[in-house]
Structure formats: C-alpha cells, structure tokens
C-alpha cells in the first residue's frame, strides 16, 4: 500500500524553512548580524541584594532592571515562601538558580518571558501504569496560541506549561478527572478529562486584568486607579468590526464616535467625513456654511488624532492599514484629555502601533479582495411609461398651457412611440460598476533582547462605484528598538504615498435625473450631447438637456495625490525601579498637489459667459500643490512607588512644543483650443490674472503633570494640568491653564465583596476639569492686509485690510463633568459601563460687529456658550460560554444620548440669523439660536394639503391659517440629531469558526427630506420638469377636488419653500459588518505546513439600510454593499 503524501497548501515546491524564507534573506543577515554585535552584552545586568523577601519582591526588581516579565500562578509562589539572594552583575538564568535551589518549582524563558512553574513530581510506576495521558492546545479567543499558560491537575502538584504554539502534554493520575488551565490576565477554566485523550481550551480574558493600562499618548496609566472616561479598542476588535476603514471599525464599537452620515457623498472613497465624540463644541463662524447640505459643517469639532505620541491629520487615519494597530483608545472626558490642554475638548483618538517581540523572525501577510456593488435601493424613480404619465397628469402638454398645440402634440406623440416600442433607460446604470479592489500588507519583525525590528509593507488599492473612482495607498514602516543597560532606543519611520481619482462621470445625481425616455446614444451608436431637441420656445416644453454621459467620453482630469513622511525617534532611560525619564521627537512632512481639467467641449461651458468673444475662453486646467511640515518634541518623567503595601503613588512631568507649517498655491487656466491640451501651459489665459495662495504657520509649548494615589487598591484620586501657549491667540492673552480632578472607588476590593462570586468588577468615577480648543485659523488674533498685486504706484504696492485683530483673543474653554460606573457580574458573564457627562464650553469663538463707518464689518471675539449632556451606556452579555464543547456566544450593545443647547451667541450671529429666516426657499435653516440645538431645523409650519384647492395651508406666527408662505413664520422644528445612537453585536464561536454581526441604530431624531422637496414637488425648473421624478410625484400629489393627499396640485409648479411637511421623525437600523472567520488548527499547521497561523475571513460591510423615511441617499455618489475575502499567514 503506497503511503500517503502529505503536502503544504502551496504544494511541495516551498516545504522547507530556507525555501520559505528566501523571501526576506537580505533583511534577516542584515539584522542577524547586527543582533549577534550586541548579544555579548544580554542578560549580564542583574543585581540584587535581598534577605528573606517574598518572592514577588524579586520579581518587581528583575522587570525593574531588564525588560523580563513574569507568568505564575498564584499557587506556583505561595509554593515558594520567601528567599534570599545576593548576586551582580549576572545573566538572568544564574539569578533563578540562585532564587529556585532547593524550592519546588523550576522555571522556562521564553524569549524575555520567564514562566515560572511546579516542578513534575515522580509518580510511582503503579499509579503511573494507570494514569491517562492527555494532549491539547491553549489558545486566546482570537485563536491565538497562547504561550505559557499553565496546566496543572486539580487537588495536586503536578502540572506543566504550554510550549510556544499553546500546545500540552499531561499525565494525570487515575484517581484524578479535572484539570485547571490558568494564564495571567485571563479566567482560569476547570475541564473535566473523563473519557477524553484530546482537549482544547480557550481562555478568556478576565475582567478584572483586561485593559488594565489605559494609554493617552503622554502618560500610562493603570485602568484600576484611573478617573477618565475611556474605551480601549484591541487589535481583535478591530478585526471583528470591519475590514476597510479604521475610522469606521471604532464607530462600530463605540457610538460616541459619531461619524456624520453623508447622504450627498455616500461611498465616495475620496471624502473625509465629519466626525465628532459628545456632540459639538464650536461654532461655524460662517453661519452660512451650515446651509451646505454636502459640507463638512465645521473641522473646528474634529476630534484630535494622536499616533505613538505624535499628532496625525484625520486623512493619514484614514488612509493606514489596521493591521499595523496594537490598541486604539478614546478619551473622552476632561479627566482623560486634561494634559492635551487646548487640544482636548473635541476628544483625542489615541493609537498605538503593534510592536516587534524578541525570537525568530516572524513573516505575517494578510490579503484581501475587496468588492463594492452600488446600492440603489433608496431609489423610487419613475420607468418611461409612468414618466409619460405623469407629464400628461400635470398638463405639460396641455393646450391650456401652450396654445402651439401642434408642436405639443408631435412632442406627446414623438414620446409615445419611444414608450412602445420599449424604450424605458435605466439612467443609474450608466456611471457605475461593481468596483473590484485588493489589500495586502507584509511585516517582517524579530531580534534579539536587546536589538528588536519590523519592516511593514502595505498596499490598498479601492476601486469605487463609480467608474474612474479610485483611492490607491502604498506604505512603507522601518521599527527598531535597541537597548543598552538602562537605555531604550526608537525610531520609527513611515512613508506612505497615496493616489485618489474622481469619477470623470460627474454627478450621480445627473443620472436620477435623467428622463427614461431619452436613450444616450443615437441610432449609430454615436454618444448624444443633447438628449431632446427645442421643440418650440414656449416655457412649457422642453429645453434642450444635456447628455450626463457626453462629458464623460471627453479627456478629463480630476485626481489627487500626496507623500507624506513621519519620523518619530525616542530614547528612555530607566534610573531606578521607581524613576524613568522617556523623550522623543517627531516631524511629519507632506506634499499634495491636485489637477483638474476640463476640455471646450464640455457642457459647462454652454452658457453666454462663453459666447462671442468669450468663446476661445472655452476649457480650464485648475492646478493647486500645498506643503506641510510640523515637529513636535516631548520630555517625560515618570515616577511610581508602592509604600506599606497600601499607598501607590504615580507622578508624571512632561514638557512639550511643536511647530506647524502649511501652504498652498493654486492657478486656473482659460481657453484651450484642443481637446487633448491637458497641460496646464497650454492655457490662452489664466482666471483672476494670477495664481492665489494660502499660508499659516503656528507654535505652541506645554508644560503638562499628572499626579494619581491609590490607598489599598480601592480608593483613587486623580489630578491632572497643563500650561500651554500657543500663536493662535491674542498677544494679551498666550498662555493658559487646564485641569482635571478625579475620584474612585474600587466597591469590589471591599472586604465585603472581595469573596463574592456574583460580583466580580464595581467601580465608580467621578470628574470635572476644564480642557480647551484650537481648531482655528493661525491669525485669527492678527491685523492681516493682502497687497493688490500687479497695481502699485512708483513701485510701491498697496495693500487693505482682510481681517481686523483682537489682542484679548483668548482661548476656547470646555468645562466637563463625568460621572461613571464600571460593572462585571458572574465571572464576567455580564458587563455594563455607564457614563454621565455634561460639557460647557465657554468663551466660544465668533464674529462682533463694528460701524460701518470704520471699514470693516467684524473681528473675532470670545462670546458664546454651548452645553452638551448625555449619557453613554455599554453591556455585554455571554449567552454560552462552554469550554468543553467550544462554545461561546455573546450579545452586546451600546447607546449614546446627547443634548446640545446654544446658551449664548454675538451680536453678529444674531443679525446674520435675522438674514437668514428672511430668505426665501425649498431648503431648511439652520441657525445658531439662543436656546436651541446647533442642529435645530427652521421651517414655516404647514397644516398640510387643502382637499378642495390642492394647494398647502400653513400657520403663522400668530396662530392664523393663511395660504402664503413667509419667512417670517420661519420657527424651530426638530433637531437633525437622533435622541439615541447605538450599536448591537453579536459573537458566536464554535471550535476555530468565529461569526461576529455588527448592527447601528439611530432612533427619534428628525431629518428634512429633501428627497420630497426636489423629487416629488418642486419641479418649478425646465430641467426637473422634463426629467425624471421620485414615483409620488405622479400617484400622491393631489389631482382632483376632494383628494386628500400629503402633496399639493400635481399642475402647481411654484416653488415649494421650507416647510415642516418635509421635517420626519427617523428611525433607521442598519447591519454594518457581518464576517465569518476560519482558523485552521495551529498544531496540524505546525507539522505539515510549518506555519504558526492560517486563517481565512468573509466580511460584508453597509449590508442593508432600514429607515423610517424614505428618501434618497448617495445623490453625488452612490452608496455601496461591500464585501472581502481575506487570508491571515503567519509564519
């Protein structure tokens, strides 16, 4: 009988170790010989002097001078008692023989983790005849082995430790059936082995060790003894949530980071969205850009990103690969961002990077296939027929309108035939595609104790809807860590270069517009520019439209790309146990440029300002480049000390400056007189006669302390501060102060509940602080001129004021108050989180007007008051949590309520407001207003649709019903906010297969449906009129007398203007993620394909949207359902 072959996934071809790493040979004896240079100098550093102390004493002195951590058991060190050793300058094996003579237990190192373990006690050969041997592997919920967990059997001594792939190998006495696997930070599990040779165990983490270290980016702080409001974000997480964007994985699991939804921009891979955690703080000071429905409202809310303690733009987030994430962590409250001073009161993103271990090199790739299908379904537009339909049922081709009856009719029947003989275009078609895209991303790492490496290599290449959409990604990561005696060096460089292209197809909106009964191409073949001919100069028949698809088989450009390098090196020295001093330095430097360019032929340039003369103006080629550099350096101390077993204190002292630089330079040419000309040189003129430019350039320096007391493990306070200056604010007023004081009581630690198994985890917090905000422009406190360029006289240029400075300009101020309390019950079974805060922000930045007769209109001034409350709410629950049958499944969800209220405003907003409610039109206001939500929605309210005219009746200010809409009678109705925003989750897991579902909800906010407005009323333009239109417009606008009907007289083309018919209460649900993952087993890897880790993954993200109210979404691009495969390698 032939004996089986066993092959590798990948064949035969690569079996062997050597074959397999050809791949990195250059980068391994690079650093092999490096690491060998240094490895003379490890482990000889230990010195200790110590007389009968406990052996956790020791421990706390060896991670003190070295970079060793431990792994016990509890049992493992009563076991020991106390010892005495004096030793210098030795390696950390002489240390532990000198420790563990003559004691019970031995020990392993594993890379720099020594296990500490009991000794195998000698079994008499009777027993041992009848003892069953048992196997298996231990591994983390990810399925990650995990190393050195200890397996011991229940009642005894006898035990041993998992090897580097999780993997075990035990004999237990007869007499014995349970076994207990424990691992430090994680819940110890007893399994029963009656009947079993084989087991397999996941631990999971314990809620009592899991996120003990809370990182902000300065300071490290331990979670049991800190006041800050905060959510830790793993690397596990991160991949349960989502496969795409960073941004959108931590709004998954954390609604408080609310992520704006974009019904203009959809999936446009190439917006930036607007983001905010607890609500909005500052003020537009151009009121007028909130009536902007496709605008980001302001980047002055925009949350502060803070990368390995350097600060990153919310594109770099955007655009970096997860799979070079550790931990990411929110601060929310004053207690977290207090030592961010000026920077903290919109909350700071901090995220920490994964970082190499000790050992043999390591290979990691994750792939993926990344497909986008657009999504249509908020789309109820009308076929040919009911378009025909429609234009009859509004007398467009009546002679009531038009008495060229004759040219109406030919029209009416030229459409007719096109509706029989089956022409019905489907118009959204046309400008999208199912987008076809691909991830990949590569790390090497490895080294020594003392010498550490990784090199990461990443590409994200997305493919969107629409065709010629595209954003491509390339980055490059360079780690090293060396380590001398007491001195720790880092660097770490990144390169990444990124490539964004617009769809040349324009506006999807173009397209839902389009009549169906029109075709794109003429009976040749041959793309159309015009879509219908005048058929007669009277208002009531159709205007020549144009072709959406013309434009598109034009030569365009409209792309964008940018490199950016950041450079982050840091050198810590560890004085004592107790004292280390860390600084580091960063710079970060970007250069962007954007083209754009449009031929004569394109339909923009149909218009009178391009005839005649103007007419070799035709064309334009806009070209804007910009530059970016800032630095930023930081000097830390640390100091930690445990007195009398009970008092812990923690101290830290940090200074820090930075310096930011950006420009940009634009210029637009005119008139090209070929269509290939896309060069910017090549233009007859340039707009405005010259290029423009922007500048700003800022510095700021802090001085930051943190102080925490710990009295026993169970009560804590917290102080934090800083002193910080910055350029942007009036010379009178540079400098000021932030802080933060917290309090907490660890109820769980109590000696009344410190054995209670229902009640695992009871914490309480308390925190109030005051924290500020810069998000502004770098002069807004200076006198700025601009000089009239090309006009001067004898030489001399004059100049004129842009903006009048303020001195007292001072700082915007958020105080905050947050109160929480942190639950686990039943071993971790049930976990709830529950925060209260309430935010004020004082002295907010707005305009002040000034006499006409001076000048100038306005200056800038501190005036204004904004207020947000809310509450925020976290629990999970494990439904199974059965290790025997490796099962598990949890449900989760979180909530997040705020409330936003304008408390006080300037004279300026206020007259800018007063403008605003008289202007006519079919889009709501939005207004700061004394009183209301920065969202509030200002519409005249309506009573609805008279039955008998069909026409709508509306309500005055005084109460009367009237049939005239004034701006007047313009009042607060609803906030375009949701009362409550969440997330639900789910997690089943059964053996290696692991299903995670991702659900957001928004429930009783109010949105202005525009879709009503311009799709289904307001067709008081040619181009709506004959174009296509949302299917009420044809089934429930009224008709006739008696109809009761929410639309008014189909045959009314007047404009439809602001009114609270349009403004709907929402309720939406939608599935964000849906992914399914496969591990394969790690031992059956290990010995037939000498892998550490195989695992494969389907991910479906933007599944299904469910609302309330229909309108629709993704009107300049389409939203998309996207979905990935991915294979995880480790080797």
Known sequence: ???????????????????????????????????????????????????????????????????????????????????????????????????????????????????????????????RQKAVKIKGVVTEADGLPLIGATVVVKGTSVGVVTNATGNFELEVPADHDLVVVSFIGKTSQEVRITGKTEINVVLQDDVQSIDQVVVTGIFNKSRESYTGAVKTISASDLKASGNRSILSQISNIDPSFNIADNIEFGSDPNQLPDITIRGRTSMDVNVRNLQEESSVKSTANLPLFIMDGFEVSLQRVMDMDDELVETITLLKDASATAMYGARGANGVVVITLKRPEAGKLRVSYRGSVNIEAPDFTSYNLMNAREKLDYEVAAGMLDDKYNPNNQNLMELYNRRLIEVERGVNTYWLKYPVKTGVGNRHSLRVDGGSDNFKYAIGLSYNNINGVMKGSSRNTLSGNLYFQYELKNLKFQNDLTISYNKNKNSPYGSFSEYSLANPIYTPYDDEGHIKKQLVETISQTSRTPDPAGNPLYNASLPSRDDGSYTNIQNNFAIEWKITSDLFVRGNFGFTKQDSRTDKYLSREHTSFDTDEYKGENSNMKGSYTYTTSYMFSYEGNLTVNYTKIFNKVHQLYAGLSANLAEDKDESYSVTGRGFSSLNMKNLGMAGAYALGKPTSTEAHSRRLGLIFNVNYTYDRRYFVDFSGKIEGSSKFGSNDRTAPFFSAGLGWNVHNENFLSSSNAINLLRFRFSYGTIGSQNFSSYQALTTYRYFGQENYKYWNGAYMLGMGNPDLSWQKTKQLNLGVETSLFNGLVRLNVDYYNKLTEDLLTDINLPTAGGFSSYKANVGEVRNRGIELDANVFLIRNSESHIMWSVGGNLAHNVNKILKISNALEFLNSELLDEAGPNPSFLYQEGQSMNTIFVVRSLGIDPATGSELFLNKDGERVYTWDPKDKVPFGVNEPKVRGNLRTMFRWRDITLNATFSYRLGGHIYNQTLVDKVENTTTAAKRWGNLDKRALYDRWQNEGDVTKFKNIKDFNTTNASSRFVMKENALSLNTLNVNYEFDTEWLKRHCRLDYLAIGFYAEDVFYLSTVKQERGLSYPFARKFSVSLSVRF
Not at 57 to 86: H, L, P
Not at 112 to 119: A, E, P
């Open 1 to 127: 009988m032939k004996k089986k072959r066993q092959e590798c996934l990948w064949g035969n071809r690569i079996s062997s170790p050597r074959a397999r790493c050809l791949l990195v040979i250059v980068v391994l004896c690079f650093f092999s010989l490096f690491s060998s240079q240094v490895s003379a100098q490890e482990n000889r550093n230990i010195s200790i002097n110590k007389q009968n102390v406990p052996f956790e004493e020791i421990v706390r002195e060896v991670e003190a001078q070295t970079d060793y951590s431990f792994m016990y058991s509890t049992e493992t060190v009563q076991s020991i008692g106390k010892v005495s050793v004096n030793v210098t300058n030795v390696s950390i094996k002489r240390l532990m023989d000198a420790v563990l003579i003559g004691k019970p237990c031995t020990y392993q190192i594993e890379g720099k983790v020594v296990i500490i373990k009991i000794k195998e006690q000698p079994v008499q050969d009777t027993i």
